[in-house]
């Protein structure tokens, strides 16, 4: 009888676990969204360790770009099983790369670093595959999501990025030669053209890109970062992602940002309040040390001047001999020596601190009057 009633609780009990929703699994969820503004000051240091990154070149056609529907493009990899990141112990495989840009007259980085807006980012989208399977079924999930995301500013020409540009800059000649055919059809005899980002999301760049492609090469060397949980930047606004924002950037041309702005306008989300519960952490420490060091030269350059003053003098003898009375790095107790005027060195005895000649005869050896 007791084993039914107890078969019966546990059979109740599973099913109301079943039709309540996942509570723990919310509170787990920080309540932050993305973008934020970092900076040294709301950022603590934590032993997070280094980005361990393994991307491996996509060959040929098996990279693909299509239009993400908002007003841009996704990088898609060849295999995501050979493009991967290892976070805190876990893997994350590469979904897919899109960027976020600004207006001509106007940056758009979706983070700020100490009140510093980029004129671009690119966002490196990592899912759990190993937990959740699935991308969709990695979104909104506890440790579902790890987006690397690298500030880009103007400068040299970047030789990787150019290969998407390049592509970027073939698909808005089609989309614009398409756009002026339908004007005429009208028989308005005037061309009407869409606005940039409904073309774009009509058309769609749907190309394969005919050449290889390095995703690390969209990285700058140096791999420190901030990190903090927060959301996704595009609706829906999923929670539960986590941010590796990386702290040094990447540079581009003007002339490929300028292709950026010729696909669509500016597809950047606004910063977000930081919620006083959200932990903004680093994997470096601040530059303290460094300036201490430099505040600490004035005062080594204080004791060398000093040191040599008292334990590296010279003193010319009448004869011709230099006397010169120096420490020896090689023995805690100085030395004296005599070095002769062709260059030969002959010790000197450092206790009695006297000049001991060829001939027997002993010389006090006596500091110059400055």
Not at 182 to 199: C, H, R, W
Request: aromatic share 10%; charged share 20%.
């Amino acid at each position: 009888m007791w084993s039914r009633v107890r078969t019966n609780l546990w059979t109740t009990r599973k099913a109301m676990s079943e039709d309540l929703p996942d509570l723990a699994h919310i509170a787990r969820c920080s309540a932050q969204e993305s973008p934020i503004e970092i900076s040294h000051q709301n950022s603590s240091f934590k032993h997070l360790g280094g980005l361990s990154l393994h991307y491996h070149r996509n060959i040929g056609p098996n990279v693909q770009i299509a239009a993400n529907g908002h007003g841009g493009f996704n990088v898609y990899p060849a295999n995501e099983d050979f493009n991967f990141l290892f976070y805190k112990r876990t893997p994350f495989h590469l979904a897919q790369m899109h960027a976020h840009w600004g207006s001509p007259d106007q940056n758009g980085s979706e983070h700020v670093i100490d009140g510093i807006q980029y004129p671009m980012e690119l966002h490196f989208v990592h899912y759990n595959k190993k937990k959740y399977s699935t991308f969709s079924g990695s979104i909104g999930q506890p440790g579902g999501i790890a987006v690397i995301a690298v500030l880009v500013q103007i400068g040299e020409n970047n030789v990787e990025f150019e290969k998407i540009s390049k592509l970027l800059v073939v698909h808005r000649r089609k989309r614009d030669t398409n756009s002026e055919k339908d004007g005429k059809a009208n028989g308005s005899g005037e061309t009407f053209q869409l606005p940039t980002i409904i073309t774009n999301m009509i058309n769609g760049i749907n190309e394969k890109l005919e050449k290889l492609f390095d995703f690390r090469k969209l990285l700058p060397d140096s791999l420190d970062y901030f990190a903090y949980e927060g959301s996704l930047t595009t609706a829906n606004y999923e929670k539960c992602v986590q941010w590796i924002v990386l702290r040094n950037s990447i540079t581009i041309s003007k002339e490929q940002i300028d292709t950026l702005h010729g696909v669509s306008a500016a597809n950047f989300r606004r910063l977000q309040p930081l919620l006083g519960e959200t932990k903004v952490e680093r994997n470096f420490r601040e530059m303290k040390i460094f300036f201490l060091l430099i505040a600490l030269v004035p005062m080594l350059t204080m004791v060398e001047a000093g040191w040599h003053s008292l334990g590296a003098y010279e003193a010319k003898s009448p004869g011709s001999y230099v006397h010169r009375y120096e420490p020896n790095r090689k023995k805690r107790n100085p030395q004296l020596r005599r070095e002769n005027v062709n260059g030969t060195v002959v010790p000197l005895n450092a206790k009695k601190k006297e000049l001991i000649s060829a001939q027997g005869h002993r010389t006090a050896l006596k500091q110059p009057a400055t």
